[in-house]
């Protein structure tokens, strides 16, 4: 049974950083894409940053290009989203997901067929 499980999830501060974590089982991670999405109230889930397996490339939303960083460990199967410099509107669910698709279709939430229950992350001074 496949299983993505976030953790890390906290009330922040602006500006402060918070590093959210992904235990991935019942799956080859090594085979797969590994990304994070979030959702806030009110708003479609959209995509933030992906990992391409085994790790070769990373590509991330604009809004938190040179904030957030992914990472990923594949022997201890977990999945990393550092964030720095966080702004109110960071605030969401973030979930981690698997994907196998193209290269080319990695930051579309439709190619990703499982995911975590997800992890709030709130921005407010």
């Known amino acids: 049974q496949v299983q993505l499980a976030e953790s890390g999830g906290s009330l922040v501060q602006p500006g402060d950083s918070l590093r959210l974590s992904c235990a991935v089982s019942?799956?080859?991670?090594?085979?797969?894409?590994m990304g994070w999405f979030r959702q806030a109230p009110g708003k479609e889930r959209e995509f933030v940053a992906v990992?391409?397996?085994?790790?070769?490339?990373?590509y991330y939303d604009q809004s938190v290009e040179g904030r957030f960083t992914i990472s990923r460990d594949n022997a201890k199967k977990m999945v990393y989203l550092q964030m720095n410099s966080l702004k109110p509107e960071d605030t969401a669910v973030y979930y981690c997901?698997?994907?196998?698709?193209?290269?080319?279709?990695?930051?579309?939430?439709?190619?990703?067929?499982?995911w975590g229950q997800g992890t709030q992350v709130t921005v407010s001074s």
């Open positions: 990992s391409s397996r085994p790790g070769r490339y990373t």
């Open positions: 019942g799956l080859p991670m090594i085979n797969y894409h």
């Open positions: 997901a698997s994907s196998t698709a193209a290269l080319s279709a990695i930051r579309q939430l439709t190619m990703y067929s499982n």
